[in-house]
């Protein structure tokens, strides 16, 4: 039975009015289910969100939070077919980290990737790896420059491969 997964975040709830990620899961031919939250953090903003599904009928998906716009931290849950969702987990250790990207093979293995500003303009391009059994290898910097990183995509291979690919400005005067 194939399913799809479905984001949206919500504006102004109940908590202090933050914004809050909610997804809804779909069965061919069954429609979509009800929206639920994905992990909500009193006093936390959720935005920016990025879906990777594994062929384990699992999926996975990444996003920013933060706290009163200083705290920026990228997320990362996982869904799964029988239990829902699974609790999230921080995946940038400290810092400030810029929109996530998420991808997974089809064992479920899989790779976030975001940009980390220095101090306002992304200069690194970093990644955190988690094996389908739940294994963390260490966060690591792909790239660090003087250009600013405007924007990044990443694709894992059913394999396991991972490619990322991102653009970046030269930035004059810092």
């Known amino acids: 039975m194939a399913r799809a997964l479905r984001l949206q975040k919500r504006l102004g709830h109940a ?4 914004q809050q990620l909610l997804s809804s899961s779909h069965v061919v031919d069954a429609g979509w289910s009800a929206p639920a939250s994905v992990q909500a953090t ?3 903003w959720q935005y920016n969100p990025s879906i990777a599904a594994a062929g384990t009928g699992v999926f996975y ?3 920013n939070e933060n706290a009163a ?3 920026y931290r990228a997320r990362l849950a996982r869904f799964t077919l029988d239990g829902g969702w699974e609790t999230a987990v921080t995946v940038s250790d400290g810092g400030t980290a810029g929109r996530p990207m998420v991808s997974a093979d089809l064992a479920g293995n899989v790779v976030v990737a975001w940009p980390t500003p220095y101090p306002l303009i992304a200069r690194k391009v970093i990644y955190q790896r988690r094996t389908a ?3 963390w290898f260490p966060t690591s910097v792909i790239d660090r420059g003087d250009a600013s990183v405007l924007a990044i995509d990443l694709h894992m291979s059913p394999g396991g491969n991972a490619i990322i690919a991102w653009t970046e400005a030269p930035v004059a005067g810092f």
Not at 15 to 18: L, N, S, V, Y
């Open 61 to 63: 998906v990444a996003w």
């Open 133 to 135: 059994d739940a294994w």
């Open 15 to 18: 908590d202090g009015g933050q």
């Open 69 to 71: 716009m200083v705290q």
């Open 42 to 44: 009193p006093g936390f």
